[in-house]
């Protein structure tokens, strides 16, 4: 939604390639009408 902020916890920190093929991200939510865009970057 614009001019909100995230609440998805892993917003903003920093992972590694390895940490995110072996443990992955948690972006399941407890709605069935909830949804998440992740952008992923490379650094």
């Known amino acids: 939604m614009p001019a ?3 609440t998805f916890k892993s917003n903003g ?3 590694s390639g390895d ?3 072996k443990v ?3 972006v ?3 709605a069935h009408t909830q949804s998440y ?3 992923i ?3």
């Open 4 to 6: 909100t902020e995230s």
């Open 13 to 15: 920190k920093v992972y």
């Open 19 to 21: 940490y995110l093929m």
């Open 24 to 26: 992955g991200l948690e």
């Open 28 to 30: 399941f939510g407890f």
């Open 37 to 39: 865009v992740i952008e």
């Open 41 to 43: 970057t490379a650094e």
